[in-house]
């Protein structure tokens, strides 16, 4: 079967730019979250989604954004790139909510 | 737990010792917590988990145990091999409207051969 599943793996943007990263949830799982994660540092939380609706959101600012479809994959926008959103993003899915799993994630460089 | 930036805390170990990995949580009001662990390059791949109303569970060479009473987690890990050199990170989830994870600082195990 398989993980959590995440594209592009790795791209590069400029700053001012936007991105679009996916996420495909393993199947059966209903709940999709994104986390951010910076070398050094342990992931931060910033979307929750189950069943197409929003449950939670980190402390991050409104140019990031998030929705997931009807198939339960999610989409991770952010708009307006800072050089401090250079990161690893990982999506992460559940069945009951409780035992995540992540994908490997998207590595965005903004230059 | 709050991050440590760049410099993450390091056990190294010797191969076929065993290994123990300490983390701090932050809410004592945390219904969970999971264990996981992160090669270079790979997302956080998960261990072994633990609830809130329990204080020790044991896995596939790994035990977790909780103490409640001052908010520490810990991961044993026996009989070390290479393959577990990775950084470890503690999780708590504090179950409200979301299921999110909160993250301690993370451990780096260095197995020496």
């Known amino acids: 079967d398989a993980g959590v599943t995440q594209s592009p793996t790795h791209l590069i943007k400029t700053r001012g730019q936007h991105v679009t990263l996916r996420c495909s949830p393993i199947?059966?799982?209903?709940?999709v979250s994104w986390y951010q994660q910076v070398l050094g540092q342990g992931p931060q939380f910033i979307f929750q989604?189950?069943?197409?609706?929003?449950?939670g959101r980190g402390n991050f600012p409104d140019r990031f954004s998030a929705r997931q479809f009807p198939n339960y994959s999610s989409e991770l926008n952010v708009n307006a790139l800072l050089l401090g959103d250079s990161a690893l993003y990982l999506c992460?899915?559940?069945?009951?909510?409780?035992?995540?799993?992540f994908g490997e994630g998207s590595w965005l460089t903004v230059v | 737990g709050e991050s440590v930036g760049l410099h993450l805390p390091t056990l190294s170990v010797q191969e076929g010792d065993n290994s123990i990995i300490n983390c701090a949580y932050s809410?004592?009001?945390?219904?969970?917590f999971i264990w996981y662990k992160q090669e270079s390059g790979k997302g956080p791949q998960f261990i072994i988990d633990?609830?809130?109303?329990?204080d020790k569970r044991q896995g596939q060479r790994v035990t977790v145990l909780l103490n409640k009473t001052v908010k520490h987690l810990s991961l044993q890990i026996a009989a070390t091999q290479p393959g577990d050199s990775a950084v470890y990170f503690c999780?708590?989830?504090?179950?409200?409207?979301?299921?999110?994870?909160?993250f301690g600082s993370g451990t780096r195990l260095l197995v020496r051969p």
């Open positions: 992460a899915s559940s069945l009951d909510l409780a035992t995540i799993y």
């Open positions: 633990i609830r809130s109303n329990m």
């Open positions: 999780a708590e989830i504090l179950v409200d409207s979301s299921y999110k994870l909160i």
């Open positions: 809410n004592s009001a945390s219904d969970y």
């Open positions: 199947s059966g799982h209903k709940s």
């Open positions: 989604y189950y069943e197409k609706e929003e449950r």
